[in-house]
Nanobody
Framework: QVQLVESGGGLVQAGGSLRLSCAAS????????MRWYRQAPGKQRELVAG???????NYAESVKGRFTISRDNAKNTVYLQMDRLKPEDTAVYYC????????????????WGQGTQVTVSS
């Protein structure tokens, strides 16, 4: 019913920038929270940044001041601008959305993207 498709990952040198995008499609009535998580090899998945439908954001301490989350509600898309990247930012980045669908408007379901690899070389 609902799919999240991420793009924008890749290989970048330390100090560089990348911009991730995640587009939601399907039978969407509205989207509440949208978030980015990441998972490095051998580590647990962790929250990187989140944004509500109204705009307030939150960030992990490790990315504050370097990453910026934003969204385009008309396009059902969330972005993650990543600046001053560090090798420790290397991970698979996953998009998350809390979606109210047309076919089940009384509740919400959470969806995940397939993940996009970000590799930062030193």
């Amino acid at each position: 019913q609902v799919q999240l498709v991420e793009s924008g990952g890749g290989l970048v040198q330390a100090g560089g920038s990348l911009r991730l995008s995640c587009a939601a499609s399907g039978s969407i009535l509205s989207i509440n929270d949208m978030r980015w998580y990441r998972q490095a090899p051998g580590k647990q998945r962790e929250l990187v940044a989140g944004i509500t439908s109204g705009g307030p954001t939150n960030y992990a301490e490790s990315v504050k001041g370097r990453f910026t989350i934003s969204r385009d509600n008309a396009k059902n898309t969330v972005y993650l601008q990543m600046d001053r990247l560090k090798p420790e930012d290397t991970a698979v980045y996953y998009c998350y959305a809390d979606v109210r669908s047309v076919v089940a408007s009384w509740t919400t379901f959470t969806y995940w993207g397939q993940g996009t690899q970000v590799t930062v070389s030193s």
